[in-house]
Nanobody, 125 residues
Framework: QVQLVESGGGLVQPGGSLRLSCAAS????????MGWYRQAPGKERELVAT???????KYAGSVKGRFTISRGIAKNTVSLQMNSLKPEDTAVYYC???????????????????WGQGTQVTVSS
């Protein structure tokens, strides 16, 4: 089984920084794409940033230049460095992983479209 475990959310003042981390647990062989999405109260979930296995990144326009996404050397972790935070960044942030290959009972299995449990980020003075 595969699980995504997030950490690093919290309360920060406007202009501050936070770093979110996400690790995929299980006998992971590879993950094609990982990313972060967020959902504010009363709004739909939206893409924040993604990174592919080739380290190609994509950002939402609202966070470009302020947020940086990166993957760990083992490629089963992803982090989001958030700087110059604004109140409108307040949301639950979800880690996402797609096209996962992992080993289970001696077999290679595949999983798609996995989500973490979410971590709250609140930007407020």
């Amino acid at each position: 089984q595969v699980q995504l475990v997030e950490s690093g959310g919290g309360l920060v003042q406007p202009g501050g920084s936070l770093r979110l981390s996400c690790a995929a647990s299980g006998s992971i062989l590879s993950i094609v794409a990982m990313g972060w999405y967020r959902q504010a109260p009363g709004k739909e979930r939206e893409l924040v940033a993604t990174v592919g296995s080739d380290d190609e990144t994509k950002y939402a326009g609202s966070v470009k230049g302020r947020f940086t996404i990166s993957r760990g050397i083992a490629k089963n972790t992803v982090s989001l460095q958030m700087n110059s935070l604004k109140p409108e960044d307040t949301a639950v942030y979800y880690c996402h992983a797609d096209r996962i290959s992992y080993e289970e009972n001696g077999l290679v299995r595949y999983a798609y479209d996995y989500w973490g449990q979410g971590t709250q980020v609140t930007v407020s003075s």
